[in-house]
């Protein structure tokens, strides 16, 4: 880390140079800079959310192409005294031909261009329900009780008392992109608008749902992000008061944002309703680690005399390993969601780390660049936690010394929150509700609403019948089965109404057979339904059976609106399709079906990832601190919150979804980043102070500044998105923010706490303690053990330095500490009749002090006749070694046995 | 009038030998006039199978003997007799072309009735074919409503061919924003016809098979034919497995009364 910052800080100007040069093309990326149009756009399609090659997507795409799009746009006329008036029909007929004149519209049915089949003078007349409006009113009433008495028609088209009449427009197939660009859904409201001038119209159906939310994630964004912009400058500027202190973590930040939506534009050239969030998180994100790097700025520039490359350079020296490890178990936790079967899930966790990376870097790069060239300020004589009134610094002082005191209890208050959590999490509901995401007065909401109230239901579904042979749907028979379906889904409350194949061959039928009451029945004869079919069908029947009458679909228009409401019924639906006979199989469909479906695969899929990224975490602390154990333990801290955060949703009743559900590995993440922050510093301090309870204490000292400045950064940061319109936005700010508190509060309790129990021996000590050349031949103490065990034995004891001249011990002196000296040379000696008697001469290797292990009492004088580097231990120390490496204490026993033993006999020879 | 215009117009088109002219055309006219001149007159018997594949690939075939006969007023009379698929085995249409209006029959044996059907409606495909009542009439003339324009001639099916821009009258309700028509240019036969919807997206293309191409003993005609629609993916192949031309049919042939005794 050393040499890196040496280089960053040596060639500052090429390393800005060079970021600014990324940032070009990251930008250039993003907009188009001859015309300004932005390449980067936004996709609301469910396609991201959907899995891709998933058979339950498969067979709805197969669905689809077989019995067209349910992803049509639902536009819904009232008039409060009936539609069945000239002027509200005429209207109603000038509507569907202007939306059906729409470039991108497959196609419009409506009550004025459905077919009907009408029997007529001995005629059979297959036309709209009207031509030319009539005017008599007796006419008009006539024409309203055959709509009426029309199964089709009032299944789907007219509200059962009149009032209410839809237009069902398909969009062409195009993507959600496309749709957006042309902002069809708004030119179609449009023309059926200036046409129903006099009515109440709405609209409603998937593709428009799925249009507004995009609109809205849009609008949230413009306003959300300059927020959070707003807030990380409020936030740096009432911290470090001043201009740089402001600029460096904003500019960092925004590079880093720049990298990241760069590199996403490569990757794909549109955000989803997932992606949408990185932008805000990587903010966030990012300004807590250039924070560090600024606070750790501030903090050393009195320290190296006012200049600024120096200030910069032992910046990124002191917090440059922390955030280096910080981001890469970031990054790892983000990046166990591309282990998710979906592609938003999958899109979200790798930007996110993608994120989490260019703003690392840009925090190493930049940073430290731009505060070396800055003229350092005058010197104020105040340090950093002097100008806040040291009140936090008090503050801490005093949390130190509570944790240390209530060590105990603040260990217990975790495991019960732990426990608290665990039930919560049993209470967690899984619903995902993209039209209640709405504010309740948007006009998407209230027209589902509207349209529910109206029709009887807003949501559609498609249960699809195959049977085992082609024409089985002519099958009088089977008609029966499919009608007595269709009948038992009917019946269910929240299904408005349902349309299928048996009721058209019934209508044909009766048309066919004059109207004759009795003959709006299902045929007698296979022959007969082959007939009425082939004279008398449409393309509408396109919608509900396969051209091999192989395969039928039922329409169900039901009033769920969330997954929970609608996986329910689905539910009910298949539980019914269970007594199909052997020759039929049954299955449930469609795009609210899929996504109902999939927020199930979602919450596993997050408890999934939520594995993996604490395998990953666990895996790098095990790693980093070179014991299973120490790993555990670093990872409860981090733990714990994300525990609080299932137990809230289970307990505040708000539904895990594809938002709510990134939460938890968001915290994961950033909670894990103070963590290690802490236990970094911990590490050092409780070296240096050779205490663990002075060392978690003094590492409170040090890191709380910076954690609760970043933790509240990150708090009112993801608070910012209440701000947004949409539902679970607000949910996904207040719960990551009510998270990180816990997170930040578990860090400056729990985690001390933990630590004050843990020697910590991490890769970086093992890699880089110098007890000279081969310590396990040269050491006594360590003889038998292998290189790595050696270092760790030491790792797990203290190392201390003494200048030359001084004494370490003092014969009579009470204490149990045994030294064994790594490089100078002690002499031991005593006095006899006021003269010194000298006893020995220790150089590398020797052990002095075990006398004192034994009987807790000095024996003798030792002092320092050069600088000495000593290994130091105590029987604490090797109770806490036979703990933590049982095999390493054995060794060391053993030796330290030999030890005492080779003293003994020494002892016993110069008695004799 | 949807249906039996439609059935009449297919009719039409099959049926429609095309020798080629003597001199070679030059204008939109001549073309023209090369392609109508080819209408049959008298009478024929032809065996006519329909295949549809629809989006996921599935087939079905519909297989039927057409009779048609062309009275002294130049209007024609169709009985069309299904034979295929078996359930429609003995179902019948009748098609009875008038000035203005077409009469259309249908019986349906399973309730032993003749049923004359009307509808003024005019898009949707044609049992379950990729032909709509707009592309037959398309095909048959090209022409009440549209105005057509030469383009620089080019190729279809590998042979050269007249090509002709055609664009229908504001008021036609077509459901095409224009049509390109290639014809070709040794037998005059229309080749290839490519219907374009608003957008000027290509919606379908309507090709004749050139191997199909056979020379009746009144002209040139393509016995296979296939629609495809680019947008729905799907496609439509019509052939005839049998031709007969000048066959002596009676009159009574075409009545509602033969209709409903199948013979």
């Known amino acids: ?154 299944s789907g088209l007219l509200s059962e ?63 959300v992000v300059p927020l959070a912009f707003a807030l990380m400058a409020v936030i740096a500027l009432v911290t470090f008061r001043s201009l740089r202190g402001v ?39 990012g300004f807590a680690y250039a924070v560090h790097v600024v606070t750790a700025y501030m903090e050393v520039l009195p320290e190296a005399g006012g200049s600024s490359p120096a200030a910069a350079r032992a910046a990124v020296e002191q917090v440059g390993l922390a955030t280096l490890l910080t981001g890469v178990t970031t990054a790892a936790g983000f990046l166990s969601l591309t282990t998710s079967d979906l592609g938003a899930i999958r899109q979200f966790g790798l930007y996110c780390a993608i994120g989490v990376a260019t703003t690392m870097l840009a925090t190493l790069t930049w940073a430290p660049a731009v505060l070396a060239c800055l003229r350092a300020p005058a010197p104020d004589g105040k340090r950093t936690e002097e100008r806040s009134g040291d009140r936090v610094g008090r503050l801490l002082r005093w949390l130190a010394d509570f944790d240390e005191r209530h060590r105990s209890a603040i260990l217990r208050a975790g495991a019960v929150v732990g426990v608290l959590s665990l039930v919560g999490m049993s209470r967690i509901a899984v619903d995902t509700d993209l039209v209640t995401n709405f504010p309740r007065d948007a006009a998407v909401r209230r027209s589902f609403d509207a349209v529910n109230e109206w029709l009887g239901g807003a949501s559609q579904l498609t249960v699809v019948l195959e049977a085992d042979e082609r024409d089985a749907f002519k099958e009088p028979a089977n008609l029966a089965i499919l009608e007595g379906l269709q009948a038992r ?148 801290p981090n733990a714990l919150p994300v525990l609080v955060y299932f137990g809230a949703l289970g307990w505040s009743g708000v539904p895990l979804n594809i938002t709510t559900g990134l939460v938890a590995c968001l915290v994961l993440g950033i909670a894990v980043d103070d963590t290690i922050h802490f236990l970094t510093r911990f590490n050092l301090d409780s070296k240096r102070l050779a205490d663990e309870r002075a060392g978690a204490k003094e590492a409170l000292l040090h890191v709380g500044r910076p954690v609760t400045t970043t933790s509240l950064a990150l708090c009112l940061g993801f608070l910012v998105l209440t701000f947004s319109s949409l539902r679970d936005q607000q949910q996904f700010g207040v719960l990551a923010s009510f998270t990180l508190g816990v997170a930040w509060l578990v860090d400056l309790t729990f985690t001390p706490a933990l630590a004050m129990g843990v020697r910590l021996v991490t890769l970086w000590d093992l890699l880089t303690v110098d007890l000279g050349k081969d310590p396990q031949h040269a050491i006594p103490l360590l003889r038998g053990l292998s290189r790595t065990r050696a270092r760790i034995a030491a790792l797990m004891m203290d190392i201390v330095e003494q200048p030359a001249g001084t004494r370490l011990i003092t014969a009579g002196a009470k204490g149990g500490d045994v030294y064994v000296v790594l490089e100078g040379r002690l002499r031991s000696s005593v006095r006899r009749d006021g003269a010194e008697v000298l006893l020995n001469v220790h150089d590398r290797g020797d052990a002095v002090g075990e006398v004192g292990l034994v009987q807790g009492e000095r024996s003798a004088d030792v002092d320092c006749e050069t600088a000495v580097r000593l290994l130091r231990f105590e029987p604490r120390d090797l109770e806490r070694l036979r703990r933590r490496y049982p095999r390493i204490a054995a060794q060391v026993l053993a030796n330290l046995n030999q030890l005492l033993a080779r003293r003994l006999v020494t002892a016993t020879s110069r008695v004799a | 009038m949807k249906r039996n215009s439609f059935l009449l117009q297919l009719l039409s088109v099959v049926m429609a030998a095309t020798p080629a002219a003597g001199a070679a055309p030059d204008t939109v006219e001549e073309i023209e006039a090369c392609v109508e ?227």
Request: hydrophobic share 45%.
């Open chain 1, 247 to 285: 600029g460096v973590p904003l500019t960092t930040i925004g590079i880093g944002v720049v990298w990241t939506l760069g590199l996403a534009a490569e990757i794909d050239p549109s955000l989803n309703i997932v992606t949408i969030a990185v932008p805000t998180l990587v903010l966030v994100v």
């Open chain 1, 1 to 154: 880390m050393e040499r890196f910052a040496d280089l960053v800080i040596r060639r500052r100007r090429a390393v800005i140079l060079l970021v600014l040069a990324l940032t070009g093309l990251a930008a250039s990326r993003l907009v188009d800079f001859r015309t300004g149009a932005p390449r980067l756009v936004l996709d609301s399609s469910m396609d991201s959310l959907l899995p891709t090659e998933a058979e339950s997507r498969l067979y709805y795409d197969r669905v689809r192409r077989l019995f067209g799009s349910d992803e049509t746009l639902l536009l819904v006329a009232r008039r409060e005294a009936g539609i069945f008036e000239p002027a509200t029909l005429e209207a109603l007929q000038a509507a569907t031909e202007a939306v059906e004149a729409i470039e991108g519209i497959h196609h419009v049915t409506s009550l004025s261009n459905a077919p009907i089949l009408r029997p007529e003078a001995g005629d059979l007349v297959i036309e709209p329900l009207f031509d030319e409006v009539p005017r008599d009113p007796e006419v008009l009433r006539a024409l309203r009780d055959e709509a009426l008495d029309n199964p089709v028609f009032a």
């Open chain 2, 37 to 263: 001149a080819n209408q049959p007159e008298g009478t024929s018997v032809q065996t006519i199978v329909v295949r549809s594949v629809n989006r996921v690939g599935s087939e079905t075939e519909m297989r039927s003997k057409v009779y048609w006969m062309q009275d002294e007023d130049e209007r024609s009379k169709v009985l069309m007799r299904f034979d295929a698929p078996p359930d429609m085995r003995g179902s019948a249409i009748l098609l009875l072309e008038h000035d203005g209006r077409n009469d259309m029959f249908m019986y349906l044996p399973e309730l032993r009735r003749v049923r004359r059907i009307t509808t003024h409606m005019m898009q949707g495909s044609m049992f379950g074919t990729d032909f709509t009542y707009e592309d037959f009439e398309r095909l048959q003339g090209m022409s009440d409503d549209a105005s057509g324009e030469r383009s620089p001639d080019g190729e279809a099916a590998g042979r050269p061919a007249y090509v002709i821009r055609y664009t229908p009258a504001p008021d036609s309700g077509s459901e095409y924003s224009h049509m390109i028509s290639y014809v070709d240019q040794e037998t005059c036969v229309p080749m290839r016809l490519e219907l374009f919807e608003g957008g000027d997206r290509l919606r379908k293309v309507l090709e004749a098979d050139p191997a199909s191409l056979t020379k009746e003993s009144t002209g040139w005609i393509a016995r296979t034919m296939t629609m495809r629609d680019l947008r729905d993916e799907t496609n439509t192949e019509m052939a005839i497995e049998e031709l007969e031309i000048g066959v002596d049919l009676p009159a009574r042939t075409f009545s509602q009364r033969s209709l409903a005794r199948g013979n």
């Open chain 1, 489 to 636: 889904i009917d019946a269910r409350p929240e299904v408005g109404s349902t349309t299928s194949l048996v009721d058209y061959v019934k209508l044909i039928h009766r048309g066919f057979r004059d109207g004759e009451a009795d003959a709006y029945a299902i045929p007698a004869s296979k022959a007969l339904v082959s007939q009425l079919l082939f004279f008398g069908g449409s393309d509408e029947l396109e919608r509900y059976a396969d051209s091999t009458y192989k395969e039928t679909a039922i329409l169900v228009r039901a009033s769920t609106a969330g997954t929970g409401e609608t996986n329910a019924l689905v539910d009910a639906v298949e539980s019914i399709l269970e007594e199909l006979p052997e020759s039929i199989e049954g299955r449930v469909t469609g795009g609210t079906v899929l996504l109902a479906r999939t927020s199930d695969d979602i919450a596993l899929g997050q408890a999934l990832s939520l594995s993996t990224a604490f395998l990953i975490i666990y895996a790098i602390l095990v790693l980093l601190f070179t014991s299973f154990r120490v790993g555990f333990f670093a990872l409860l």
């Open chain 1, 161 to 223: 008392d009149g009032r209410a009449t839809a237009l069902v427009v398909v969009p062409l197939d195009m993507s959600a992109v496309e749709f957006e660009a042309r902002a069809l859904d708004r030119r179609v409201y449009a023309a059926a608008a200036a046409e129903l001038d006099d009515v109440d119209l709405r609209m409603t159906g998937g593709a428009h749902v799925k249009a507004e939310t995009s609109r809205f994630l849009l609008a949230d964004l413009m306003l």
